[in-house]
């Protein structure tokens, strides 16, 4: 990969920590060209050969590889195990002012990767209709290989986040790690996650008016 131009979504993004650590690990550091690219062209830069390859979440990833365009480098998944590719961002003035609404939302959340894992085939079809893309692209890229993304790791880990921001220090996106209070788990820990069965159960309840 040496002399390539690799794209990443953003120089935020936990792919864009992930290939540095690749290029830090093979010896690569400064001789890959890692760009920034809006996930939705990466595969139209690819197919042009604007791009040699691109490093990002699905359903993205997927679109050429089942057009036959790419092949498969690794998943992300197979150099960083328990990659964490969405976070819920909450300020801490709604924490103290709302728990019940942040109680709700984070439910929710953890509710709907349960839905979603067990009904992956509705699930891509709603997730087509905001990520504007194929019902059956979607469907590919949920599942497969099959069980690869995880719906079931909602609880946030102290070291998990630890890693992230040592990782941001270490490639210069930011200046200090500490993480002290920026955490906070006890909603994802406390939610309910029974009687998930249609997508109508996914809200279990509703705030009071």
């Known amino acids: 990969m040496a002399g390539k131009t690799v794209a990443v979504p953003l120089r935020h993004s936990g792919h864009y920590l992930s290939i540095h650590q690749l290029m830090e690990d093979q010896g690569l550091m400064g001789q890959i060209n890692v760009v920034e690219m809006n996930p939705p062209d990466m595969a139209a830069a690819l197919a042009a050969g604007s791009l040699d390859a691109y490093y990002v979440g699905e359903p993205f990833a997927a679109k050429t590889l089942r057009g036959g365009i790419a092949k498969r ?3 992300v998944e197979e150099v960083w195990p328990g990659f964490i590719c969405n976070l819920a961002v909450v300020k801490q003035r709604l924490i103290k002012k709302e728990p019940a609404i942040v109680e ?5 959340a953890a509710r709907s990767g349960l ?3 067990r009904n992956y ?8 209709t905001y ?3 194929p019902i059956d692209l979607v469907e590919y890229a949920m599942n497969t290989p099959e069980n690869r993304i995880r719906y079931d790791l909602f609880v946030p880990k102290q070291e ?3 890693k992230i921001a040592d990782l941001m220090v ?4 930011i200046a200090d790690n500490q993480m002290a209070g920026l955490v906070e788990d006890r909603f994802a820990k406390a939610a309910h996650l029974d009687g998930v069965t249609d ?3 996914i809200l279990r309840r509703s705030l009071s008016p």
């Open 160 to 162: 998990e986040m630890q």
């Open 104 to 108: 709700l939302l984070v439910e929710g």
């Open 73 to 75: 480098v690794f998943y």
């Open 199 to 201: 997508s109508n159960s």
């Open 131 to 133: 990520w504007n893309q």
């Open 115 to 117: 839905w979603a894992m």
């Open 121 to 128: 085939r509705e699930a891509a079809q709603i997730a087509s």
């Open 170 to 173: 270490r490639f210069h996106l």
